[in-house]
């Protein structure tokens, strides 16, 4: 199962808003 896409969504957005 690729669930990546689901941990690297949020890890980029908390990033951004960062």
């Given at each position: 199962?690729?669930?990546?896409?689901?941990v690297?969504?949020?890890l980029?957005?908390?990033?951004?808003?960062?």
């Open positions: 199962k690729r669930r990546v896409g689901a690297v969504f949020p980029s957005s908390l990033l951004l808003a960062a």
